[in-house]
């Protein structure tokens, strides 16, 4: 792992840029005088790592006390796209704007990206625990179709917090069973990407017994702020 940038931000959290491999990263760490949980925070279906909403998210958990990374998935951010990458975003913008189907696209494209995240998460995961900062246990916050997946192979996971605002696949639906960390699920109740009953579906179909959802009013970019305070006190629970 190698840090490219820093900076203190207001707040005192320590922002720090790194690249592990092809692999570019964000690191955020609290001001702290014993090594801190970890949180691993991903974006839905693989936006950048930059994005507002997410280094938002990401500041006000390190701010409580948790070291936070997000990483660009393949594809994603300042990473190269493939020329299958770039014919299945071309061919969901179309079949959004036309009003057709777009679950078998979503499926041909979003299936493979997980296949490519996880392992490149787990990577990233292993370099950070390595930090004299960071200790344990390790969190997951964001992307469902890539948290279902990393929740079931790696068990350095000790709880979760999924979104429901992004596509998964068939084969992370089938996986949810196999999910028994504590869970809390974000619902949006009017998402227009995301049908209501199959992501209630969803949180019926996990395995483990002690998951809670959160549902509120409003479309795929109107989760109220102060989930992310509800969030925090999740991990609190879990992790510290």
């Given amino acids: 792992m190698h840090f490219i940038s820093e900076q203190r931000l207001d707040d005192g ?7 592990l491999g092809e692999i570019p990263g964000t690191l955020w760490t609290p001001e702290s005088d014993a090594p801190v949980p970890l949180v691993l925070m991903a974006h839905n279906n693989g936006l950048p790592k930059g994005r507002p ?44 704007q036309a009003g057709e189907p777009v679950d078998e696209i979503f499926e041909s494209f979003v299936g493979p990206l997980v296949a490519e995240a996880v392992p490149e ?12 900062e ?47 960390v504590p869970l809390l699920f974000l619902l949006q109740w009017d998402d227009e990407g995301n049908p209501r009953q199959r992501a ?28 992310v305070d509800d969030g925090n006190r999740f991990f609190d629970r879990h992790l510290k």
């Avoid at 998460?121 to 004299?132: C, Y």
């Fill in 134 to 180: 960071i200790g344990g246990p390790v969190g997951y916050s964001g992307w469902t179709a890539v948290g279902i997946r990393l929740a079931v192979v790696e068990p350095r996971i000790a709880a979760a917090g999924f979104f429901a605002g992004g596509y998964v696949p068939r084969a992370q639906r089938e996986e949810a069973r196999q999910v028994t």
């Fill in 200 to 227: 209630l579906d969803l949180f019926d179909a996990f395995g483990t017994k002690e998951k809670t959802l959160h549902a509120n009013m409003g479309g795929h970019v109107g989760t109220p702020w102060f989930e």
């Fill in 53 to 96: 909403r997410l280094v938002a998210r990401a500041r006000r958990t390190a701010a409580c006390g948790y070291a936070v990374a997000a990483i660009d998935a393949p594809g994603c951010g300042d990473r190269p796209r493939s020329a299958a990458d770039e014919r299945a975003r071309a061919d969901i913008r179309r079949a959004m």
């Fill in 13 to 19: 959290v320590l922002e720090r840029e790194f690249t």
């Fill in 121 to 132: 998460w787990q990577t990233t995961l292993e370099a950070l625990l390595a930090l004299p």
